[in-house]
């Protein structure tokens, strides 16, 4: 059996972002893009395609609270998703969560992980701050 490894440049490797909302997802896209990251955005509806660039992700952005309920069963998050893609990647993966309430349930989950929070509004300097400390390697 022939094993097939896929060479990823660090330079490359994405930056998924994982945000219900639209308008913010686009903006974070567009911050990330601009300071030399490359942006992935997924729809966190969708869920996980078994494949594809974000089991090469540098890092992740992703809101908390994504709305994402299924009757019967406690809310899926964005910290939930993050921690999966690390999963699947086999290692630990570098997170900062979004959040537009300052929950104790929310700030236990990601405390429990040692994954920052960043509280909503975000600002641009925090997120690029962020970045700088988590992947300064992969700047373009």
Not at 7 to 24: F, H, K
Request: charged share 15%.
């Amino acid at each position: 059996m022939f094993m097939v490894f896929r060479m990823v440049e660090p330079t490359r490797r994405p930056v998924i972002v994982l945000e219900d909302d639209a308008i913010l997802q686009a903006e974070l896209v567009a911050w990330i893009g601009g300071w030399g990251w490359r942006a992935l955005p997924l729809d966190p509806t969708l869920g996980l395609p078994q494949s594809g660039d974000h089991l090469y992700a540098a890092a992740v952005v992703a809101d908390f609270d994504l709305g994402l309920t299924v009757p019967g069963m406690p809310p899926r998050t964005g910290l939930d998703i993050a921690l999966s893609i690390a999963r699947r990647m086999g290692k630990s993966v570098p997170t900062v969560v979004l959040s537009g309430s300052y929950g104790r349930l929310e700030l236990a989950a990601c405390s429990r992980h040692q994954i920052p929070v960043l509280f909503k509004p975000v600002q641009p300097n925090e997120l690029h701050h962020w970045l700088m400390q988590a992947v300064p390697l992969l700047r373009a």
